[in-house]
């Protein structure tokens, strides 16, 4: 029987390969064990090892060409047999691919992150209430659960929330046509498939030591293991006496380091300061704090409600790039970094256009509280299309923040000193002053768009009633 | 008319004599109205009417005093159940399946119970009570009381193993009960004769050393007399009995039997028969009842049968829970 | 603690329940004269009289009837069944009567009675009389039914199945009757329809109850020494049934073998397993593996015999499946 030879994973956190070179061709037969391409990956050039036997039938992916861990690559059988079937399963697989990749974000540097992520924050972008774009990728994107913008493990289309064994089609093609399944069951325990699903473990890429290939509780752990290394954090003894210390990367950290990276390297950040009188925001704070029996609105509810004032100005500081567009968003929802000791996280208040302080602040505290317990779902963290970081009671006078995808601009709030101020009769007053500094990603938000924005929002902050205007 | 039944109306008190013929009436009231409610749908599944045999129940168990004394019937129990002195509106409301039925619904016609008044409850399945009658009258000797077990059952039953099985062990153990089998010659549809090896019934007790007689199940006071006797014996000396009463029922054995199996003549040779005709021609002669008064009787029993079908048609359906009541103590 | 035999247990049960309640009686074939035909009930007509301890003629659906009829009637009546076997000429009388009587009179009339007997093989005695009959009573709604594996757990559970309003069918095994164990002086009960971990372990929950609770001790044992440990579940009462101890167990082992002396056809082995895929669904590592009896009827031959029967090496293997060694 002729199967697919499918794009495996040669290292735990690929997601897309790239033939480098064939060594066998049509034809030729395929010991196990055969060293039958050669991949480059995220980290390396590996050796691709058959796990079949067989005769090289066709290949399906050239010298040069990418493929998606799970993705076919080259079909194997007995030398004559009819292939045309599964040829075919492959293009209508691959062009939907094609088009999936077109729909989303473009100017990628890193080509690891392809795939997945970028499917991810096209699904982001499709699925928030506006018409999808490209016909044959949204709607299986929108019948998805909605990824966290940047999620590292979201390594296939076919999303591993654990709900099902069988991975959702890859190459579906939809606009009224039936869907056609490319991708084969996926044998796995109901445990296996929650413990990997709660490590964000790509199922499609593992292979099963069970019956059938049944993936199995142990071969999850296997690639736990593997993922957080070694697992040594053993310091490793200098010659000074003085040890090294190796510490295993979470998913978490990973998941930092990868998003917070792509941010960084893909979208031209550039950087605008004013600072701000906050002596009226203060004193109304507490004005209004002396009447509430419920005490004070936290002072980051004010700047949340204040920021949602100004966007509402200036709407492009609420919009994503999506590489051919710019999709500007309908909800202004911000998220708030919450500094927690397994990383930061960032839960999103939703809707802070239409909704009041208080609301803001009730659902704020209890995000907060979320956060600290490592409550916080998928769901709370996803789809904040703009970010405020507020490092005042670090003591940080003021920082440049990195912007919080699919957002593309980030709001960072220093601390609230007191400083002798110019005012308008020239003379020196005692103010309370803070420093605001807004990254903002150039490919959305040119100098000037970003200053209006940043000087709107200085003018809201000094003299809420403005925003009234 | 049977000469010894008017020579021994003198040794009877009025209100004995008028109730026996009363309960038979509403007896026979209460099962045509039963009957007929079937017809409109009002009652569904099996349906085994007792007309024509009321003076076996109603003579058996005026022989006995329900404080101390049980009964336990088969499936054709509607008549033991009311002649136990069980409430019609209760038992109608039963074949109604209705939430204020004796077993809450959840019996039906085969399944009539009444706890307080030892009317131990009708069963289904042929001759399955016997044994559980018998220990019944184990549990009366094992106590020391004075009580004593009626149990009824058919021609259709006397085969059953379960009916040997019984009779040599309240032989053994001599227990306080008289077996009463009720022989109204077809066993469903099949004349008794036809499978039996042996055609008259009370020396079937000859096998376990229980002493049998034959009675004529028309006449209520013949079967009152048969009944005290064995019962006395029962209860004194602790010697089971075994009656054979002959009667015959003017229906199918179900509402489902057309009932081919017997001519009409022989039908109406029977209705002749009517032990509540006989009963009441009797005291008739004897001078104890007119017909007004006759009508009077008659006309309430259809009043108190009336009221226990407004009764069972108001009552209500068992809520879905109760489903799930009485399968187990908890 | 003293040790004694399973069979003295259950007579030190009955003979506790008799003394303690003058309704409590016996009734079966060879219970009173001979003893016992397994002398489970040796010494209790000497001790309690014909009124109590009652002979009975070889007619199962008889005396099974009259026990139920006793009990009807108030007194709380031991029916002993000879072997399990001979129960299925008194199923009518178990099934139609005892275990409806509740139900039919709408709860005028209940049924405090206990059925017990041996059940399941014991040696060389063929087919019609190595029958474990548990399936069809564990079916029956308004019935319990208990199965012990241990003289504590069988006179612990006696006691309370006497005192049970409930009928309630007491499954015990020839060949257990010798078991030695551990039962205290005092008064104790066991309720009805609680589970007991006779072993904890992390690897695999291995249910089981009965005789082959030993057979699954000794896989223990054997498979401990190569690093596996299971989990024993003695069911202990099999209706009502406890799930939750068998559902915590598989949450933590993420693994489940049913072992079960009877018929694998409609059995409990299919029936635990069935609740354990349904409930623990996201827990299983493996499906569900069961070892019952093989789906034949018992031959004579000791070898063949035996190896219809659960055995170490077949809970080693299922074992070993599950854990996908």
Redesign the interface.
């Known amino acids: 029987m002729a199967e697919f030879i499918r794009m495996t994973a040669l290292s735990p956190t690929m997601d897309e390969g790239t033939v480098q070179k064939w060594n066998v061709g049509v034809n030729d037969t395929i010991s196990t064990g055969d060293v039958i391409c050669e991949v480059e990956t995220d980290k390396a050039n590996m050796d691709y090892e058959a796990e079949d036997e067989g005769v090289l039938l066709e290949i399906l992916v050239e010298e040069g060409g990418s493929a998606r861990v799970g993705d076919p690559i080259a079909i194997i059988g007995e030398k004559g047999e009819d292939i045309s079937a599964l040829k075919q399963q492959a293009k209508q697989q691959s062009e939907a691919e094609s088009e999936k990749q077109a729909a989303s974000a473009a100017g990628q540097a890193d080509k690891a992150a392809a795939g997945g992520e970028a499917a991810g924050e096209a699904a982001a972008g499709t699925g928030r209430g506006q018409k999808p774009a490209p016909a044959q990728a949204a709607p299986q994107e929108a019948g998805q659960p909605q990824p966290v913008p940047g999620a590292a493990s979201r390594e296939t289309a076919a999303g591993t929330t654990g709900a099902a064994a069988t991975v959702p089609p890859q190459g579906t093609v939809s606009g009224g046509g039936k869907p056609v399944t490319t991708r084969e069951r996926i044998k796995i325990?109901?445990?296996?498939?929650?413990i990997a699903a709660q490590n964000r473990i790509n199922i499609a890429a593992v292979r099963g030591?069970?019956?059938g290939g049944r993936i199995?509780?142990?071969d999850i752990e296997k690639i736990i293991l593997g993922q957080t290394q070694a697992g040594t954090t053993a310091p490793i003894t200098g010659a000074g006496g003085i040890s090294d210390m190796e510490t295993p990367v979470s998913q978490k950290r990973a998941v930092i380091a990868r998003r917070l990276a792509q941010s960084k390297f893909s979208a031209p950040h550039y950087y605008l300061t004013v600072e701000v009188l906050m002596d009226e925001l203060l004193a109304s704070r507490e004005l209004m704090g002396q009447d509430d029996p419920q005490g004070k609105l936290a002072l980051n509810t004010f700047l949340i409600k204040l920021a949602a004032e100004a966007i509402k100005k200036h709407p492009l500081v609420n919009a994503t790039w999506l590489g051919d567009k710019i999709l500007t968003h309908g909800s202004i929802d911000i998220g708030l970094a919450v500094d927690h000791e397994d990383g930061l996280v960032v839960p999103v208040v939703r809707n802070c256009g239409a909704r009041g302080m208080r609301e803001i602040d009730t659902d704020l505290r209890a995000l907060i509280v979320k956060a600290r317990e490592g409550k916080l779902s998928l769901v709370d963290m996803e789809g904040a299309t703009f970010t405020i970081s507020n490092l005042g009671s670090f003591g940080i006078d003021r920082f440049t923040a990195i912007i919080n995808p699919p957002g593309s601009a980030i709001l960072a709030v220093g601390k609230i000193n007191k400083r002798p101020w110019v005012n308008r009769e020239n003379t020196i007053e005692i103010k309370q002053v803070c420093a605001l500094t807004l990254s903002c990603d150039h490919r959305v938000l040119d100098g000037a768009a970003g200053a209006r924005f940043l000087a709107g929002l200085k003018n809201i902050i000094e003299q809420p009633l403005r925003a009234l205007l | 008319m049977p000469e010894q039944t008017t020579k021994q109306l003198k040794n009877y008190k009025k209100d004995f004599l008028s109730g026996l013929l009363r309960t038979m009436l509403l007896i026979r009231r209460f099962e045509e109205n039963a009957s007929k409610m079937y017809g409109l749908k009002k009652i569904g599944g099996f349906l085994h009417l007792y007309i024509g045999e009321e003076a076996v129940a109603v003579g058996a168990i005026s022989a006995v005093d329900l404080k101390r004394d049980y009964v336990f019937a088969a499936y054709r129990d509607h008549g033991h159940a009311i002649a136990c002195g069980a409430d019609p509106n209760v038992l109608m409301a039963e074949l109604y399946a209705k939430i204020d039925g004796c077993s809450r619904g959840k019996g039906g016609s085969m399944h009539m119970f009444d706890a307080e008044k030892h009317m131990m409850g009708g069963n289904g399945i042929v001759g399955a009570h016997i044994p559980v009658a018998a220990g019944c009258a184990l549990k009366i000797k094992y106590k020391k009381e004075d009580g004593v077990v009626l149990c009824f059952f058919g021609d259709g039953a006397i085969h059953q193993g379960s009916f040997h099985e019984t009779l040599n062990m309240a032989s053994i153990l001599k227990l306080p009960i008289v077996f009463i089998c009720e022989n109204n010659q077809y066993g469903m549809g099949t004349y008794y004769e036809r499978v039996s090896s042996v055609h008259d019934f009370s020396v079937m007790g000859g096998s376990y050393g229980i002493p049998g007689k034959q009675v004529d199940g028309m006449d209520v006071l013949a079967v009152y007399e048969a009944v005290k006797e064995a019962a006395e014996r029962a209860r004194k000396e602790r010697i089971p009995g075994l009656l054979e009463i002959k009667t015959y029922r003017y229906r199918g054995h179900s509402m489902s039997d057309p009932a081919k199996y017997r001519t009409k003549e022989e039908l109406d040779s029977y209705k002749k028969q009517d032990p509540i005709l006989i009963l009441k021609e009797e005291l008739t002669a004897g001078g104890l009842l007119d017909d007004k008064t006759y009508k009077q009787w008659d006309d309430a029993c259809k009043k108190q049968v009336k009221n226990a079908v407004d009764f069972a048609e108001q009552s209500k359906e068992p809520p879905l829970e109760t489903l799930y009541e009485d399968v187990l103590i908890e | 603690m003293p040790k004694i035999t399973f069979r003295e247990a259950l007579r030190q049960a009955m003979d506790e329940e008799m003394a303690r309640d003058e309704d409590v009686i016996l009734l079966g074939e060879e219970v009173a004269l001979y003893n016992g035909a397994y002398k489970v009930s040796k010494g209790l007509y000497e001790k309690y009289g014909e009124s109590r301890v009652i002979d009975t003629p070889i007619t199962e659906e008889g005396f099974t009837g009259i026990g139920i009829g006793a009990a009807v009637a108030g007194l709380r009546p031991i029916v002993e069944w000879m072997t399990l076997n001979f129960s299925i000429q008194a199923l009518d009388q178990v099934i139609n009567n005892a275990a409806k009587m509740l139900y039919m009179s709408g709860g005028q009339l209940s049924v405090p009675i206990v059925f017990r007997g041996p059940n399941g093989p014991a040696e060389y005695l063929s087919s019609q009389h190595s029958q474990a009959l548990q399936t069809i009573y564990t079916h029956i709604p308004g019935l319990k039914v208990v199965s012990p594996a241990t003289p504590y757990d069988a006179k612990g559970l006696l006691k309370s199945a006497i005192r049970d309003n409930n009928p309630v069918v007491f499954m015990e095994a020839e060949m257990m009757y010798s078991w030695e164990g551990e039962v205290p002086e005092g008064e104790y009960l066991i309720p009805l329809g609680k589970a007991d971990v006779k072993r904890q372990g992390k690897d695999v929950s291995v249910v089981t109850y009965a005789k082959p609770l030993r057979v699954v001790q000794e896989a223990a044992r054997r498979l401990a020494g190569q690093g596996i440990e299971l989990e024993i579940i003695d069911l202990r009462t099999l209706r009502p049934l406890d799930t939750q101890t068998v559902f915590a167990s598989v949450q933590k082992t993420n693994r489940c073998v049913v072992v079960d002396e009877a018929w694998p056809v409609c059995g409990m082995a299919s029936y635990v397993g069935y609740l354990v895929a349904h409930h623990c669904f996201d827990d299983l590592d493996a499906p569900v593996e069961t070892v019952t009896g093989e789906d034949v009827p018992m031959p004579y031959n000791h070898t063949l015999e035996l190896a219809v029967q659960p055995s170490v090496e077949k809970v080693i293997n299922a074992v070993k499946k599950v854990m996908y060694l």
């Open positions: 325990s109901p445990l296996a498939n929650r030591s069970g019956p199995i509780k142990r």
